[in-house]
Structures are given as C-alpha cells and as structure tokens.
C-alpha cells in the first residue's frame, strides 16, 4: 500500500514531497524501492524531500538538513545524543545515573529529576588516555557507522552500556581511528557541553 501510495504522488512531479516514515512496516525489499523511487524524482524533478523517519541510516545517506524535534519543537540538527532521566545526585557530590555496564554518565545538575541531557560533539580515543583531557570519560563498543553523504563526515554510534551515543568524525579522524563495528573505544566529553530541555 506505501509503494502504491508512493507511485500516485511520484505520478504528479511534485515540487516538494512529504514522507512520514515511507518505509515503516515494509519488507526490505520494498522499503529499498521507496528509497530509490524517492531519490529518483528528487533528482529529476528536482523535488524538494521532507521526511519524518526513525531510519537515521538512510536520512544521513540522502538528506542535505536534518532537524530533531523534541516534545514538538526543533531541537538541534546533527547528531546530538539525548540522554533521558531519572538522575540521581551521587557519591561525588555530582548528578549521573548508572548504565547497565556498572559505568556512570554524568551531569551538570539537572532542572528536574526526570529532565533529558543533551550532548554535543562527543570526543573518541582508542583507550582512555586519548580522552583523557575531557571531564567525563565512557568506554563502549562501536555499533554503527553511516556517512554523511553531503559532507563525507562518517558518524558513529558507540553503545555505552545500553546507552547510543552519536558521534561525528571527518574522513581524517575515522581513517585515524580505524572504526569497524564491534571495536571497544573510548568516548569522552566536557561536563559544560551539557544542554538541558
């Protein structure tokens, strides 16, 4: 029903064509139709595309922009990680919650118990010492790896614990690192690069 839905707008050459999830509760095969049929008319007809997706793959190979929105506002473009409550104080004295490795994520003191964190621009190293300048240090597991078609930056999703985190690299640093899938490396950030919403 979504491919034949697809085909009676495609039909018409839009000028801008609104995509609400295109390829939720596909089979992969046609959900790679749906990505192609898109990408085809946005070519030829030079149609402007805006979708609504969860498939952050496919959105980073294709789009030009992205924007996040959060409880119906944008928030932020990119690949920043949002990090959910509840936080506790800590031992330390500062705010954090534990993650299922045992590992702890910490905070600047939050609005609110059940408020959600935001990070930008996480930093990577292959062990602990290259991350060693940053506050808060997190060693986790490369899950994944897109690029970014429009600017050749590679993103990367390191699991912490449970817990994805989104990091962008330049051709450069990935070449640097070496990134694949499954290696253990280290993820760190500053405790003023927090944001709150």
Known sequence: MQRVALASRLALKPKVLLLD?????????????????????????????????????????ICDEILHLFQGKIFGSGRETFIYGPWQKMETEKWGKYLSDGQVVYVTEPPCQNATAVINELSIGANHLNCCEKDIVLNGIVSRLSLERKTGH????????????????????????????????????????????
Request: avoid cysteine.
């Open 21 to 61: 999830e295109p390829t939720a509760s596909v089979d992969a095969p046609s959900a790679q139709l749906i990505k192609e049929a898109s990408l085809r008319v946005r070519k030829q007809f030079a149609t402007t595309l805006i979708i609504a997706s969860h498939d952050w793959q496919w959105l980073y190979e």
């Open 154 to 197: 590679v993103f990367a999703t390191i699991l912490v614990g449970e817990l994805p985190l989104a990091v962008r690299l330049t051709p450069q640093q990935n070449t640097r690192q070496s990134l694949y899938p499954g290696k253990s490396i280290s993820v760190g950030y500053h405790l003023g690069q927090i944001k709150w919403i």
